[in-house]
T-cell receptor, first 112, second 117 residues
């Protein structure tokens, strides 16, 4: 058990919809990272937050947004969903930047 | 631009053989960190090792060893006497940028290792 909790584990929705994925980091970790893993794109870094502030941005679409709240949990919002957004979305946390990341079990998003 | 290349897509070995997973990286930063993660069939991602750009010492942890060479921008991972439980996808990752500043995290495409009994 990594200590990182992601909910929900599975999500099935339709194109054009909006969903919110939630992540609770390990106790004491200030950094939260979001990744998208799909069969054709591999593991893609989306965005990182450190203590509530955005610290790094990867290949995150404009339809996607994220935030980290004062209690350090984070949410990833995906809107105007497309079939290609179907993927496994991982959250990871670390004590600080450049530290080892501990991953949650992921949220499997299926777009029908 | 940052880039991590894991040229080996899939590798199959027979149990007890040694296997090396290659990782080549590109970055313009002088300060960076390299990581290896393991993703077993169950799907979770597990941290294996972190190495900073100023520490070129090789590291050994049980059957695992890592060879970091800045001259060739490589950070290779060797499993000695492989076991079936080593079957997984292994990712190499690069995290660069100054601590406290803006950073970028780049993962390689992964190498799928299958250890055959």
């Amino acid at each position: 058990d990594s200590g990182v909790t992601q909910t929900p584990k599975h999500l099935i929705t339709a194109t054009g919809q909006r969903v919110t994925l939630r992540c609770s980091p390990r106790s004491g970790d200030l950094s939260v990272y979001w990744y998208q893993q799909s069969l054709d794109q591999g593991l893609q870094f989306l965005i990182q937050y450190y203590n509530g502030e955005e610290r790094a941005k990867g290949n995150i679409l404009e339809r996607f947004s994220a935030q980290q709240f004062p209690d350090l949990h984070s949410e990833l919002n995906l809107s105007s969903l497309e079939l290609g957004d179907s993927a496994l979305y991982f959250c990871a946390s670390s004590v600080g930047a450049l530290q080892p990341q501990h991953f949650g079990d992921g949220t499997r998003l299926s777009i029908l | 631009a940052q880039k991590v290349t894991q040229a080996q897509t899939e590798i199959s070995v027979v149990e007890k053989e040694d296997v090396t997973l290659d990782c080549v990286y590109e970055t313009r930063d002088t300060t960076y960190y390299l990581f290896w993660y393991k993703q077993p069939p169950s799907g979770e991602l597990v941290f294996l090792i972190r190495r900073n750009s100023f520490d070129e010492q090789n590291e050994i942890s049980g059957r695992y060893s890592w060879n970091f060479q800045k001259s060739t921008s490589s950070f290779n991972f060797t499993i000695t006497a492989s076991q079936v439980v080593d079957s997984a996808v292994y990712f190499c990752a690069l995290n660069d940028g100054a601590p406290g500043g803006y950073q970028k995290v780049t993962f390689g495409t992964g190498t799928k290792l299958q250890v055959i009994p």
